[in-house]
């Protein structure tokens, strides 16, 4: 393999990956003087089915940055609440239980979105744009990371970059998550996506979540005209063609409300399905010296709450305002510190975001555990619960306490209700027990440390 060493030049970051998390880091420390070295292996608009849907949470931590304004300029659409259907039952809860809070999602196009925080970052004279696959991560005689080796997209040829930290945020298929954690991921399930244009939705500017189906589907605004509709398809097996058709016909058309009816049709003659695994992988990062891993490289979990972004961003805030710390990246060892800081702190800003996205999705594909969350949603939407659940869905509630006391009310709800369906036996209450034990706890075992209890726990 042929290697220049094109770039001589030590940054003090290299940013594997100029996705949601690398591309929005860049922009952000860029903004701050940071000499930062960007690579990714594409930077034409994608168009993916993926990171259409900011919670509030996702909107605040880019609020705190600064990067608000990237949300503006490509028709996205604010999000007020959710709206939750059963059969013939609908309701809605808003973000905001009262006038004292002004909080708000956002519906939009990621690849829009990418543009727009990609373009933001390079406007900077402080940000090097590199065209080019990363191919390997360079490490001295320490075993200290000392930047990366890649292969230019235009000349096809090996060169290397040298910096005194390399984050490496090549998503969900990353390569480089190996050398950086003990990560395992897993699929829960697929999410099958399709647009739905001029449809006019029963609760307009909210999150709809379909629970009379077997198995959840959701959908949301992502431009004035566009609705997203997100179908799961349980199992760790892709859906091929003849599958998503048969699922589509038996598991979703006969329980969409008729408002679709017109535009669901006019999505299907198009026949443009997009299919994207789903995976929960939870972060077990190992410290290194002079590298750090970002978004879906070091953390996933279950996209059914639209929690990715919330957690992104919460990390590319955290592990930025560790390094604005100190008074340049010359120090090695002070480096390393803040790396060790941002991976213990972000467990307490992202427990709740994981353990919600996996627990719901849990819940809302099991028949008696459904019917509960949905009766108390819905009960929880007439009266002021403080703090409600909404806003552990909106990822501004850091407290699992106050998720726990949620997640076991929906139990004892179900239980309730096997007695008033006339349905109380035995063996349904063991699985009412069975069954939310068993989605809780390793979720709360890979997500839950002692931190997550004693820091301030509402938002940021
Ligand atoms: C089906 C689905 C729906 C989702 N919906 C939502 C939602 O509604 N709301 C939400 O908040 N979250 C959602 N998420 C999660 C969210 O999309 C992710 O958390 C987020 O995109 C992760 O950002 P990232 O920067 O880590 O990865 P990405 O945005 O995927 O970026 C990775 C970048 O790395 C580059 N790259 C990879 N390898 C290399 C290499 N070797 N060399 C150079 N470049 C490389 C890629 O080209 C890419 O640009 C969803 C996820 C899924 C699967």
Redesign the pocket.
């Known amino acids: 393999m042929n290697t220049s060493p094109e770039h001589n030049d030590l940054y003090d970051i290299c940013i594997?990956?100029?996705?949601?998390?690398?591309?929005t880091i860049a922009a952000y420390l860029a903004s701050k003087g940071i000499n930062i070295a960007l690579?990714?292996?594409?930077y034409t608009e994608k168009r993916?089915?993926?990171?259409?849907?900011?919670?509030p949470g996702?909107v605040e931590a880019l609020k705190k940055m600064g990067l608000e304004r990237l949300l503006e300029g490509f028709d996205a659409q604010p999000v007020y609440g959710y709206a939750l259907f059963q059969n013939e039952q609908k309701f809605s809860i808003p973000y905001n239980q009262n006038d004292a809070t002004d909080y708000h999602g956002v519906g939009l196009h990621?690849g829009r979105f990418?543009q727009k925080i990609r373009e933001d970052a390079l406007s900077n004279d402080s940000v090097h744009q590199i065209h080019?696959?990363?191919?390997e991560l360079m490490e001295d005689a320490k075993g200290v990371v000392t930047g990366v080796k890649?292969r230019e997209k235009h000349t096809r040829k090996y060169k290397t970059i040298h910096a005194k930290l390399t984050i490496m945020?090549?998503?969900?298929?990353?390569?480089?998550r190996k050398d950086l954690s003990n990560n395992v991921k897993s699929v829960t399930s697929f999410?099958i996506?399709l647009v739905l244009k001029n449809c006019q939705l029963p609760f307009p500017h909210h999150g709809h979540v379909f629970l009379s189906a077997p198995t959840p589907f959701i959908c949301?605004p992502i431009s004035s005209t566009e609705t997203r509709l997100?179908i799961d398809y349980p199992g760790d097996k892709a859906p091929k063609k003849e599958d998503i058709k048969s699922h589509i016909a038996d598991k979703v058309a006969p329980f969409l409300p008729k408002e679709f009816a017109e535009c669901f049709a006019n999505a299907i003659r198009e026949d443009n399905f997009k299919v994207?695994?789903?995976?929960y992988m939870p972060a077990k990062p190992v410290l290194r010296e002079g590298a750090v891993l970002?978004?879906?490289?070091l953390n996933?979990r279950h996209?059914l709450t639209?929690?990715?972004?919330?957690?992104?961003f919460n990390d590319v805030l955290l592990l930025s305002t560790h390094l604005l710390a100190m008074p340049d990246f010359n120090d090695p060892k002070l480096i390393h510190e803040k790396l060790e800081l941002y991976y213990q702190d972000r467990y307490h800003a992202n427990t709740n975001v994981n353990i919600m996205a996996n627990a719901l999705y849990g819940v809302m594909s099991n028949d008696l555990l459904k019917q509960g969350v949905f009766e108390y949603l819905r009960q929880g939407s007439n009266k002021v619960d403080n703090p409600s659940p909404i806003t552990l869905l909106a990822g501004l509630n850091r407290n699992p306490k106050t998720l726990i006391k949620h997640f076991f009310s929906v139990s004892l709800l179900c239980i309730k209700n096997l007695s008033i369906h006339s349905n109380m036996s035995l063996s349904n209450v063991f699985r009412v027990i069975k069954d939310s034990f068993c989605i809780i706890k390793p979720l709360a075992i890979n997500e839950l440390r002692p931190s997550s209890f004693y820091r301030k726990n509402i938002q940021h």
Request: aromatic share 10%; glycine share 20%.
């Open positions: 594997v990956g100029a996705g949601m998390a690398g591309a690579i990714d292996r594409e993916r089915i993926v990171g259409e849907l900011l919670q996702a990621n990418l080019g696959t990363v191919s890649y945020s090549d998503g969900f298929f990353s390569n480089f999410f996506g949301y997100l994207m695994p789903n995976h970002l978004g879906d490289a996933m996209p639209g929690g990715g972004l919330t957690a992104v």
